[in-house]
């Protein structure tokens, strides 16, 4: 697959407010490729840099030092006239939707083809077939104010695709939502995805926005990519401190100290965790292993969830029966998967 956005050492440095203080950073050397046709996530906290990463690629910023290429255009080399119909083939979505008052759905979403010099007749057909794609074609003639935030981020979507882009651009574009209406809309940018072939860029602090839809991800911190990859890879092996924090957010399935200490108050067998992924522990082959050896396995804590479409978790078990058996079983278990031991209640 190839590129259709690279940051190459790019950076951005804000001057000190008001020639006070000191200057900031907010990109600082990014070298990164979003491959064309994937869904990439920019996962970071507040203050990370991930905005001012993102305005880079539509020219909302432009860099101080490196380059960000987009389409094979290098945007640092663009004067401002030339960088406009790069702008025009990129799509964006924001976390407070920024739809104007004054119009309605459908005059939000045709606001774009106006200025593009589209006719009205092209402008009604465009604007219908977009309301229908994001599903409030019965909306088109409501104001924003009437609508639900899942609706108004349902315009957002249809506005930004309204001049076809190649690239659209989510910048926190859920977090304003509920967890459920999050869903929705996340599987609406699926969709644009997948049924349009357009590249999206998704900018979030939550990792379950990354777990749920996005195929790579970066991790950034003070300006700096510290992390990127697949993310099933990510989640299954997160190799920084700042990422192993965001997956423990994603993923609840792992007992902490004060549920293990109730858990062995309650169960007086071995207590074990076990990692469940498609590689290597599915759930069908660790009931196997403990079957072979005679050892009851009771299901205590945890959870499947999915990463990338792809099963992952981990369960933790009581594992009751003969204790050289018992021990025997932890250990064919450790040949298939992750295994952390938590040993047997003392009696
Ligand atoms: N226009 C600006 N002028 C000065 N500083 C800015 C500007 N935009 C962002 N910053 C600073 O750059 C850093 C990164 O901000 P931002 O890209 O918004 O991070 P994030 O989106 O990850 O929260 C922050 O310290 C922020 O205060
Ligand atoms: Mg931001």
Same mark, same amino acid.
């Given at each position: 697959m190839s590129s259709i956005i690279s940051f190459r050492e790019a950076t951005k440095v804000f001057p000190a407010p008001r020639g006070r203080g000191r200057e900031v950073? +907010?990109? &600082?050397?990014v070298s990164l490729d979003v491959r064309e046709g994937e869904i990439f996530g920019v996962i970071g906290y507040s203050g990370a840099g991930k905005s001012t990463l993102v305005r880079l690629v539509n020219a909302l910023e432009t860099v101080t030092s490196g380059d960000v290429v987009v389409d094979g255009v290098?945007?640092?080399?663009?004067g401002e006239a030339r960088l406009r119909p790069v702008r025009a083939g990129i799509g964006m979505v924001f976390q407070q939707f920024?739809?104007?008052?004054?119009?309605t759905v459908a005059g939000n979403v045709a606001y774009p083809l106006e200025v593009a010099g589209w006719t009205r007749a092209q402008r009604d057909a465009r604007v219908a077939e977009l309301l229908e794609f994001v599903g409030? +074609? &019965?909306? *088109?003639? +409501?104001?924003?104010?009437?609508?639900s935030g899942g609706q108004k981020q349902r315009v957002g979507i249809a506005r930004a695709l309204a001049t076809n882009p190649r690239i659209l651009l989510a910048d926190? *574009?859920?977090? +304003?939502?509920d967890p459920e209406t999050t869903q929705d809309v996340l599987a609406l940018l699926q969709r644009v995805n997948r049924e349009l072939g357009i590249t999206v860029v998704v900018i979030t602090h939550e990792m379950d926005v990354v777990r749920s839809i996005c195929h790579r991800v970066a991790v950034m911190e003070h300006g700096r990519v510290v992390e990127v990859g697949e993310a099933y890879q990510v989640f299954s092996a997160p190799a920084h401190d700042v990422t192993r924090r965001f997956v423990a957010t994603a993923l609840r399935d792992r007992p902490s100290p004060a549920v293990l200490e109730r858990l062995r108050t309650r169960h007086t067998g071995r207590i074990v965790t076990v990692g469940v992924d498609e590689?290597?522990?599915?759930s069908a082959l660790i009931t196997r292993v403990l079957r072979e050896h005679g050892v009851d396995g009771t299901v205590v804590y945890g959870g499947i969830t999915e990463v990338a479409e792809r099963p992952y978790g981990s369960l933790t078990l009581e594992l009751v029966g003969d204790a050289g058996a018992v021990e025997e079983a932890v250990v064919a278990l450790r040949a298939v998967t992750l295994v952390d031991d938590h040993g047997r209640a003392d009696r």
């Amino acid at each position: 697959m190839s590129s259709i956005i690279s940051f190459r050492e790019a950076t951005k440095v804000f001057p000190a407010p008001r020639g006070r203080g000191r200057e900031v950073r +907010a990109v &600082d050397g990014v070298s990164l490729d979003v491959r064309e046709g994937e869904i990439f996530g920019v996962i970071g906290y507040s203050g990370a840099g991930k905005s001012t990463l993102v305005r880079l690629v539509n020219a909302l910023e432009t860099v101080t030092s490196g380059d960000v290429v987009v389409d094979g255009v290098s945007l640092a080399s663009l004067g401002e006239a030339r960088l406009r119909p790069v702008r025009a083939g990129i799509g964006m979505v924001f976390q407070q939707f920024n739809l104007l008052s004054s119009r309605t759905v459908a005059g939000n979403v045709a606001y774009p083809l106006e200025v593009a010099g589209w006719t009205r007749a092209q402008r009604d057909a465009r604007v219908a077939e977009l309301l229908e794609f994001v599903g409030i +074609a &019965d909306k *088109a003639g +409501a104001y924003p104010s009437t609508l639900s935030g899942g609706q108004k981020q349902r315009v957002g979507i249809a506005r930004a695709l309204a001049t076809n882009p190649r690239i659209l651009l989510a910048d926190e *574009a859920t977090s +304003a939502l509920d967890p459920e209406t999050t869903q929705d809309v996340l599987a609406l940018l699926q969709r644009v995805n997948r049924e349009l072939g357009i590249t999206v860029v998704v900018i979030t602090h939550e990792m379950d926005v990354v777990r749920s839809i996005c195929h790579r991800v970066a991790v950034m911190e003070h300006g700096r990519v510290v992390e990127v990859g697949e993310a099933y890879q990510v989640f299954s092996a997160p190799a920084h401190d700042v990422t192993r924090r965001f997956v423990a957010t994603a993923l609840r399935d792992r007992p902490s100290p004060a549920v293990l200490e109730r858990l062995r108050t309650r169960h007086t067998g071995r207590i074990v965790t076990v990692g469940v992924d498609e590689v290597a522990g599915s759930s069908a082959l660790i009931t196997r292993v403990l079957r072979e050896h005679g050892v009851d396995g009771t299901v205590v804590y945890g959870g499947i969830t999915e990463v990338a479409e792809r099963p992952y978790g981990s369960l933790t078990l009581e594992l009751v029966g003969d204790a050289g058996a018992v021990e025997e079983a932890v250990v064919a278990l450790r040949a298939v998967t992750l295994v952390d031991d938590h040993g047997r209640a003392d009696r």
